[in-house]
């Protein structure tokens, strides 16, 4: 198990940007309404699909759907061999509350980036 290590994009210098090719099974930390931004790129020869799960995710509601459950974490959908996917990480942050695992990404390449 791997933690995906974040990297700073505060206004300044240019930075190196953090990698981590993943496992079975990371953990990323989630700082809600930051702006912080997930880019998976998959560096495999086959398509994969990452979930993200919260331990303290249950459920919630939005205007215009009553309930949602969030217990079963975010999925990307399938990410080509070769692609990157972004993933702004306060648009699905009711199913990051508590630890973030995420499953489903064997040796795909993450970067998590952190706007503060």
């Known amino acids: 198990m791997a933690t995906i290590a ?12 953090t990698e981590t090719t993943m496992t ?5 930390t989630y700082l809600p309404k930051t702006g912080q931004i997930l880019i998976l790129r998959n ?6 699909t990452v979930t993200l799960t919260g331990s303290a995710s249950v459920s919630a509601s939005f205007p215009g759907v009553p309930f949602v459950n969030t217990s079963g974490g975010f999925s990307t959908g ?9 993933i702004p990480l306060d648009t ?5 509350q508590g630890t973030v695992t995420l499953t489903g990404g064997l040796n795909m390449v993450a970067s998590l980036l952190n706007p503060l």
């Open 43 to 48: 560096a495999t020869a086959g398509a994969l």
């Open 92 to 96: 699905i942050g009711e199913y990051l």
């Open 24 to 28: 079975a099974s990371d953990t990323l």
């Open 6 to 17: 974040p990297t700073s994009i505060a206004p300044g210098f240019p930075r190196v940007v």
């Open 78 to 86: 399938s990410i080509a061999a070769g692609t990157v996917r972004a």
